[in-house]
């Protein structure tokens, strides 16, 4: 960890934690309040899902939990970092080596090849290009895309672009894996497997936070939380 | 290779044909920008060269007279030379007399340019043919004159066939008639030369400098100028700060003082290159900065998830940076080419303006101006990726990620 040991704090248990969090986006006339004193903790090796109707504020919660935003109050701690006390560097550095993301839209490079992907985290990671390969095929491996490294996004499915983009999302070996709709973009059976790999990496000990509208997908955690209005419900 | 090399690398190759176009404009407008630089110091460097083949490291002129005017003397210059090879560091002062007349070849006669020098005198010319003017030649001192050697200029040589071994005529006079009342002098071509300053169809004869003061009815000792000769170069400004301090009627200047008056008299080519090279530089700035920013407003969402990823904000404004600069330093072997292409081509065209010595270059190639190309257009390229790389500065990470999802 290398993020300023000043605003560690007493941690909780659990990889996150929210405690009361409120999040108000100021817009003209009135502001917005997407999230209202939300108290939230996720586990190593736990799968959560998040369910609830679109505009509850899901995804500005798994925003907070990632260090991507700040809350308005309240705090949110990644692995005993309060992130309201973090610089953007640190907060960076904390993403970097603690948190992997997975969004609907895969947002993988496409000038990239699938292993170039996999490999951009390490790369700002500094680890050693002899490292970097050995692990990007593994990490290919895993998610079935071993014969596929060299295939850019645009010459893979959408379930095999998400798998390359959970592949670079656990790159690092982040401690807490946040997935926002990652089946939103793909059909039954495809999601079916994409949800299996998340489950298989929560049993691996990753902290996996799951934001979903797919109640199959949902029923796979192992605690499943619904929001409404932005609080917990 | 870092993150953000690597990264700027391929973004660049992402749409190909888009990047080549633009590095293909960089190119015409780097061409531009080094042509400008080129043409900037292009005679003063021109020049220098020239001046530094000659070998002489000061120039002492009537005061007043710069850069050379055959009209003006310096009244006692042989005195002043002898004063100067006394000077520590002086190898030699070479009075030249410098002057107009005509030399008669059978029925023809064409105006020359004559350049009276000491006998033996290197550097004035450089020998391309024949035989230099003896180291002693027998001083006309009345009755009749015996026929002396020239060294003629290659135009004479190509224009009017005259051929080393040829007798030709020198007199002050344009005519037979006024030839009665000039002197004459019957002399034979030794050899060719080039002559460093000649104008591109202009005959040149040098001669023993008391044989054309003779022509001239000059009286001896005087001189148009004289070219003085060091065994250390760097001493060149403190001689010439002697000379002109022990005789107020002439200017003396090292080649780094002639060259800088020389330059303040061409200020125009550097307004002129100052402007059209701004404006080169402006379009180069407008093209990196509007393919860049249209780059990074197609790339929002990968650049919000590659600050989730844990880019710090500083790389990613980095990268941008460096692609600017990339496509710049991409069209930089473009712009060499085109721009020393063109350089040719207009230097060519001046040259053939009247008046314009044929050995001086208008359009110089030099490392100074291929360094202040390459600094310009790589800057150019850094401020081009500004404007973009404020912009991801400014880039909120989760509204964008959120906005990128929705639409």
Not at chain 1, 185 to 196: H, S
């Amino acid at each position: 960890m290398t993020a300023d040991p000043a605003a560690r704090i007493a941690a909780p248990p659990g990889v996150v934690a929210a405690e009361a969090v409120t999040k108000v986006y100021p817009m003209p006339g009135r502001p917005v309040e997407a999230l209202r004193g939300v108290t939230l903790a996720v586990e190593r090796g736990t799968l959560l899902s998040i369910v609830g109707p679109s505009g509850c504020g899901k995804s500005t919660l798994l925003h907070l939990l990632g260090g991507v935003d700040r809350p308005t109050t309240g705090s949110v701690t990644i692995l005993g970092h309060r992130t309201d006390g973090l610089g953007d560097a640190a907060l960076a550095r904390i993403r970097l080596r603690h948190v992997g993301f997975v969004f609907q839209r895969f947002f993988l490079l496409p000038m990239l090849t699938a292993e170039e992907n996999v490999a951009l985290p390490m790369m700002e990671a500094r680890v050693p290009a002899d490292e970097r390969r050995r692990r990007t095929g593994a990490l290919l491996e895993r998610v079935g895309l071993g014969d596929r490294m060299r295939h850019r996004p645009g010459q893979l499915s959408g379930g095999e672009m998400q798998r390359v983009a959970i592949a670079r999302a656990i790159a690092n070996h982040p401690d807490l894996l946040l997935a926002d709709e990652p089946t939103g973009e793909l059909d039954e059976a495809t999601g079916r497997e994409v949800g299996a790999l998340l489950r298989a990496l929560s049993r691996d000990g990753l902290a996996v936070v799951l934001v979903t509208h797919n109640p199959d997908l949902a029923a796979l955690a192992d605690r499943q939380v619904r929001m409404r209005d932005g609080v917990l419900v | 290779m870092g993150p953000i090399l690597f990264l700027a690398a391929r973004t660049l190759v992402r749409v190909p044909a888009r990047t080549a176009l633009v590095v293909l404009g960089l190119s015409v407008t780097g061409a531009l920008l080094l042509d400008m630089t080129m043409l900037a110091g292009g005679l003063q460097a021109s020049l220098g060269s020239v001046l530094s083949r000659l070998g002489f490291a000061v120039r002492v002129v009537p005061r007043g007279t710069l850069p050379f005017s055959g009209d003006a003397e310096i009244a006692d210059a042989d005195r002043l030379a002898a004063a100067i090879e006394t000077q520590p560091g002086v190898t030699a002062a070479v009075p030249v007399v410098g002057a107009n007349l005509y030399v008669r070849r059978g029925g023809r006669r064409f105006p020359s340019f004559a350049l009276g020098v000491p006998s033996g005198t290197p550097g004035a010319y450089t020998l391309v043919a024949g035989a230099d003017l003896p180291a002693r030649p027998g001083p006309p001192s009345g009755g009749t004159a015996p026929v002396v050697p020239i060294v003629i200029n290659q135009n004479m040589a190509r224009l009017d066939g005259v051929r080393i071994g040829d007798r030709v005529v020198l007199s002050a006079a344009p005519g037979t008639i006024l030839q009665t009342f000039a002197a004459a002098q019957a002399c034979r071509v030794a050899g060719i030369a080039d002559f460093y300053f000649d104008l591109p169809a202009q005959r040149t004869v040098a001669l023993a400098g008391p044989v054309l003061r003779r022509l001239l009815d000059r009286p001896p000792g005087g001189a148009s100028l004289i070219l003085v000769r060091m065994t250390d170069p760097s001493r060149a400004d403190a001689l010439a700060r002697w000379i002109a301090g022990r005789d107020a009627r002439v200017d003396a200047f090292s080649i780094q003082e002639f060259l800088a008056r020389t330059g303040a008299r061409l200020t125009y080519f550097n307004q002129f290159s100052v402007i059209l090279g701004t404006m080169s530089a402006a379009v180069a700035f407008l093209l990196i900065a509007a393919i860049v920013t249209l780059s990074v407003g197609e790339r929002l969402g990968e650049i919000a998830m590659l600050r989730a990823m844990g880019f710090p904000r500083a790389r990613i404004v980095g990268l941008v940076l460096v692609e600017g600069v990339a496509l710049a330093a991409a069209a930089l072997p473009g712009a060499f080419l085109l721009g020393i292409a063109i350089a040719r081509h207009l230097d060519r065209i001046l040259l053939s303006a009247p008046g314009v010595p044929e050995n001086l270059h208008f359009f110089t190639f030099t490392a100074a101006a291929a360094v202040r190309t390459v600094g310009i257009l790589l800057a150019t390229g850094a401020l081009g990726g500004a404007y973009p790389a404020a912009v991801t500065a400014r880039l909120e990470v989760a509204p964008t990620l959120h906005r990128e999802v929705v639409s």
